[in-house]
């Protein structure tokens, strides 16, 4: 079949090891066997600090208590200039963030929100390319799942996108690859 005539699906991103393992999960209790495509990504990056800079690790560790009465997760971290910021969260994903901040604006004190773009090492899975009628119903399958999200796409769109970023093995393949999600 003309490259051309050939289509493909595609799983969401996953840029944690843990969302890989589900995923290899529930595909695997499908009877899939898809590729990996490993490769980075720009992402917008969401870090909530709090507003004050602290001068000892003792007194951001006393001010993460109010954080923490919140149930707000903090993280003490040394800067360059040896100064000590409290971390409040690092998410990728808007919805996360924007609940954090709607936590942080409820606990009353002052908060950094920043926004980064940085390059993440991120997987997908792919199919074999096929027609467009039995890609349609994979992507069905697939997309009953109501977790996976899947897209479909041309051949030649995705060899554009992700040809070079492709493992042409299964998930379960024994050989030791790098890992960019463990890196």
Known sequence: MPRQQLWRVVTRRVISKEGMIELEKRLDAMHLKPLTIQRRENLTMHVFDDAE?????????????????HNIETTVIKTH??????????????????????????????????????????KHF???????????????????????????????????????????????NTEKTKDPLNE
């Open 126 to 172: 792919t199919f074999p390319p096929t027609d467009k009628a039995t890609a349609e119903t994979l992507w069905k399958q697939l997309n009953t799942t109501g977790i996976i999200m899947p897209i479909l796409i041309p051949e030649d769109r995705f060899q554009a996108l992700y040809g070079n970023s492709i493992q042409h093995t299964s998930t379960k």
């Open 53 to 69: 800079p602290f001068h000892s690790s003792q007194q951001a560790h006393t001010a993460a208590r109010f954080w923490q009465q």
């Open 81 to 122: 200039e040896g100064a000590y910021l409290i971390g409040l969260g690092r998410f990728y994903q808007a919805k996360y963030a924007e609940s954090m901040q709607k936590q942080l604006d409820r606990a009353g004190r002052k908060y950094r929100h920043q926004q980064r773009t940085v390059p993440i090492p991120v």
